[in-house]
């Protein structure tokens, strides 16, 4: 599973999960500049005590987002494409 991930991803799996630790939103644009795979726990901004899961390829070039409250109240994601647009954060329904 690591290798496949590692191959899909462009990433070494030992990264994808590794704790970041916590990241201080002034704004929460701010959550755009985050690139760098891995868990980042969120503080300020709206989006506090939040957690944010990134995947990225090539850092920035591509790049997924999942952010959920510690709570498993919500879960949404949203794509940075390769021309640096961001989409909207969209609703994951497990339902």
């Keep these: 599973m690591g290798l496949v991930l590692e ?3 462009g990433v070494s799996s ?3 999960f590794k704790g970041k630790g916590y990241i201080q ?3 929460e644009d701010d959550i755009d ?6 868990v980042y726990a969120i503080k300020g901004t709206s989006y506090n005590d939040q957690t944010l899961l990134v995947f990225s390829h090539n850092l920035g070039q591509s ?6 409250n510690n709570y ?3 879960l949404v994601f949203r794509i940075k494409w390769w021309n640096g647009a961001w989409g909207t954060w969209k609703t994951v ?3």
């Design 25 to 27: 939103l002034e704004t």
């Design 93 to 95: 329904s497990l339902t």
């Design 14 to 16: 030992s990264t994808i």
């Design 63 to 68: 790049t997924v987002q999942f952010r959920t």
């Design 7 to 9: 191959g899909l991803l």
């Design 33 to 38: 500049k985050v690139y760098e795979p891995g």
């Design 72 to 74: 498993g109240g919500f």
